[in-house]
């Protein structure tokens, strides 16, 4: 699209509302206020270089009718008694103007036809039936008024090359308008039903993450519900040595963990669906806010017998949300320690330049196999298990793209299988 052509959009865009402030109803026709405008402009200089004087009176009369209910239903909200007002001025002008301007001889006959047209697309459902009554005996009744009384109509044209001419420029002008009218509802019908596809998919996805999640939450809460039970049955019937006690109690520790784990990221996965995310972008520094959270880090790569490489002197400042940064490195440093053996490193490094700061987590794990690095990001992903046999959700990665692009940054990385990954965090430092 030309620079021209965007701008133009645009304007245009601007003139007839948004889709979230107005219904499609009203955007038709402030769009077809738009459309008549302009044509009855061209009409009514048509008009005046043809020397009809009535038709000119007519025609730039009925323009500030037309822009007053444009302002109602753009400016005031009141779409409906703006094109109640247009519907119930239109007929009445169209009686006038049959009157005045010749007749069944003169043009008003297609005004008619026009009017009835714009009336159909615009006025609710419920009023199209109205609208064509009103119309249909205003059409016979002139009709009949003009066979009976024919003293009443007032000719207008002078010869019939003027009644020619007229005739032909007010077809053509019709003709543009149902055209350009038509042009524009089909237009905002693939429009419509092309957001409407959109939104299946989406709910489609939405409603496919949600059984998986349903299906794995239900076995994941069951296992260690159920080894906590079976613990306490066997200290209750069952002599157990500290040596066993120690080991049941550690396996359990791990689950739990794993098991709150799996909830965070189900809550703040389900949250943003359902009530968005509200972001709180600030300037702070890295090492400050990730403080406690790489506590927490360093004692689980511990435990599991894994080096965390960290450089916490860092004094690397970054534009975006404290909170969710957090998020994004605690769900990447799992990950990490996840899919790391015991006597493996992790590393945090940071990069800085004038345009950008960059952060960099890498493990000597045991990389992301081919097969699942098209999904590792969405919840098509299986759910894998760790060198400890930890389980996850999958939904650890999903919630750190999420969060990164949210905070208009970017998130990749590179695998090596038996070798590790490396995922890059690249943000604004502006």
Known sequence: MTSDSYHMAKVWHAAIGDSNEFSIESRIFHGVVLIASSILIINGFTSLLLGLTQMIIFTFGFIPILWFCYYLSRFCNKSKLGVLIFGLVSVSECIACYFFCGGSAGTTLLLILGITFVLGVICPKRQVKFWLLLNSAVLFALLYAEYRYPEWIRPMYENNQLRLVDYGQSYFMIFVFVALVTGYLKGN??????????????????????????????????????????????????????????????????????????????????????????????????????????????????????????????????????????????????????????????????????????????????????????????????????TNNERGVGLGLVLAKSYVELQNGKIWFETEEGKGTTFFLSFSNK
């Not at 019937?237 to 709150?260: A, C």
């Not at 949250?271 to 990730?290: D, P, T």
């Open 189 to 386: 019908y693939y429009y419509e039903k092309h957001k409407a596809e959109e939104r299946e998919v989406e709910l489609v996805t939405l409603n496919e993450a949600k059984n998986k999640l349903f299906s794995i939450v239900a076995h994941d809460l069951r296992a260690p519900l159920a080894s906590v039970q079976n613990y306490l049955e066997l200290l209750k019937k069952v002599y157990l040595t500290d040596e066993e006690k120690d080991t049941i109690q550690d396996q359990l520790l791990n689950s739990t963990k794993s098991t709150s784990e799996m909830l965070t990221n189900i809550l703040s996965w389900t949250k943003a669906q359902m009530e968005g995310v509200s972001l709180n972008f600030v300037r702070f520094n890295l090492n400050r806010v990730l403080h406690n959270t790489m506590q927490v880090q360093f004692n689980l790569a511990k435990e599991k017998g894994i080096t965390l490489n960290y450089l916490d002197k860092s004094d690397m400042l970054i534009v975006a949300d404290p909170d969710m940064m957090q998020l994004v490195i605690h769900n990447l440093l799992n990950n990490a320690i996840k899919f790391t053996p015991a006597g493996g490193k992790v590393s945090v490094v940071y990069k800085q330049n004038e345009e950008e700061c960059m952060i960099m987590i890498s493990d000597t794990g045991i990389g992301i196999s081919k097969a699942q690095q098209e999904n590792i990001f969405s919840l098509k992903s299986k759910s894998t298990f760790g």
